[in-house]
């Protein structure tokens, strides 16, 4: 290698100018299996922001040029059997990481495809002074009307550092502030047997203000402290008056603020390919209304999921690369999700502030997907679930899954009875190792079949990954 270096080097040097004629044979970087792409080192700067735009705008030539060259070498069926590693590697610079990026998924289911912009930045990236410190800050707007605006930092501190299964977490804190302006949410009213005949649309303005606090223990373990400010407001439509009324959907009209100290305990295995693994979450917050009317309650969610990873030898000893890929792997899964609110003495729950089931809900977890988005909702819910999903060639994998739940004004009607259910398949788009697109079809319970789609390019990660690990850049959604 060193020789075939030196070779072309003196080739280099003896080569004539651009304005001589050269040889046919002359001999080039990539006759001699060279890249000619590399990474030059990045200016310094004293701003952070410049300098990630800076390594962002290096990045993203190398990725290009990269690209080119594998065309080059072997046309589109030579990218196809490096699994188009490289084409990866530029949709992933062009949407994740430092710099300046356009983000492109949904706010809230029915929101439509939004469009925008995310600024990323690394403020620390080393040791030192024992402090990360990570920010990202995005706007997205729907052709619907829907818009979402707000900004998230990310915070890791070496106060000391917790033994996780080969590695070690520290303590990290997230601060972040957001909005949504929603102005066409479906209601079908409160409860499992409710119409869709009765559908009605509300506007739902929500600013929420979370501080969480992570403290990880060992093995998987965070115990985590937070303290949330939020303002809710519901405007309804004249069809949603004259449909139901303050005893039908509590907080009809009202303008609700809230503060919302809560407590989580979050347990997550050490990821791997094959055999078990396992996550859960339990977590208590207790809303209390500062103005707005008696709308103060209590809230317990439990959440928790077993996987099983499995490979299909038959496929791993394929010949080819990109046929190892595809369905090298898989993994079933067994999921359940609790939601428990319990409001105070002549207080009720706000209708637009109870979860739902059916399709997506407002955080863009779908439950029942069989069922139209936020199909039934009330102060708790109980979810269940079992999928086994597949990979395909990066960056696609598959899925089917069947889910059961139901909804109720308290905890003793979450019980097996009547339970609705979903069927369904599934098709996940990843980029860096997390998906940022999932779409599902889903049919039974009989209401039909439905479609949903749900995506977020900008890192995959919103504010509601609450387990502690190591402070990368995440999105604000």
Request: aromatic share 12%; charged share 20%; net charge negative.
């Amino acid at each position: 290698m060193t020789a075939a270096i030196a070779v072309w080097a003196l080739t280099v040097l003896a080569a004539p100018h651009a304005t001589q004629a050269q040889m046919t044979n002359e001999i080039t970087p990539e006759s001699l299996g060279l890249s000619v792409c590399s990474k030059p080192s990045v200016e310094p700067s004293s701003l952070p922001v410049v300098r990630d735009l800076r390594t962002q705008y290096r990045n993203l030539s190398f990725d290009v040029c990269r690209v080119k060259e594998d065309y080059k070498d072997g046309g589109f069926r030579g990218m196809l059997e490096r699994q188009f590693g490289t084409v990866q590697d530029l949709i992933v610079d062009v949407f994740t990481g430092p710099g300046l990026h356009p983000t492109i998924g949904t706010i809230v289911p029915e929101s439509g495809t939004a469009l925008g912009l995310a600024l990323n930045d690394e403020w620390h990236i080393t040791e030192r002074p024992h402090i990360r410190f990570t920010t990202s800050v995005e706007g997205r707007a729907s052709a619907n009307g829907f818009w979402a605006a707000g900004a998230v930092s990310h915070m890791q501190f070496d106060w000391y550092r917790a033994y996780d299964v080969g590695s070690f977490r520290m303590p990290q804190m997230t601060i972040a502030i957001k909005h949504f302006d929603l102005p066409e949410m479906p209601f079908f009213g409160l409860g499992n047997e409710t119409s869709r005949s009765d559908r009605s649309l509300f506007e739902l303005t929500e600013t929420v203000m979370p501080i969480l606090v992570d403290f990880p223990v060992a093995y998987g373990l965070t115990l985590s402290a937070q303290f949330t400010a939020l303002h809710a407001a519901s405007d309804p439509s004249p069809a949603f008056v004259s449909r139901f009324s303050e005893s039908s959907a509590p907080g009809l009209r009202a303008r609700t603020t809230y503060v919302v100290p809560g407590l989580i305990a979050t347990y997550r295995s050490q990821d791997q390919l094959y055999g078990f693994s396992g996550d859960a979450r339990v977590s208590y917050e207790a809303y209390e209304a500062v103005d707005g009317g008696p709308f103060s309650f209590d809230r317990i969610e439990a959440r928790g999921a077993v996987h099983y990873g499995v490979e299909d030898q038959l496929f791993a000893q394929a010949t080819f690369p990109y046929l190892r890929s595809l369905l090298g792997s898989s993994r079933f899964t067994a999921e359940a999700n609790l939601v428990i609110s319990d409001p105070r003495a002549h207080n009720s729950v706000p209708f637009y502030l109870q979860p739902t089931l059916g399709g997506g809900d407002i955080h863009n977890e779908n439950w029942l997907g069989s069922y139209t988005n936020y199909r039934f909702r009330a102060p708790s819910t109980v979810a269940y679930g079992l999928s086994y999903e597949r990979r395909l060639i990066d960056p696609l994998g598959i899925s089917v899954f069947a889910q059961w739940g139901k909804v109720g004004s308290n905890v003793g009607d979450l019980d097996f009875d009547r339970l609705k259910h979903s069927i369904g398949l599934g098709l996940q788009l990843r980029l860096g190792g997390r998906a940022v697109a999932e779409f599902s079809f889903a049919w039974g319970g009989g209401e039909g079949t439905h479609f949903y789609a749900t995506g977020n390019t900008n890192n995959a990660i919103g504010f509601g990954a609450r387990a502690a690990g190591t402070v990368g850049l995440r999105g604000v959604f």
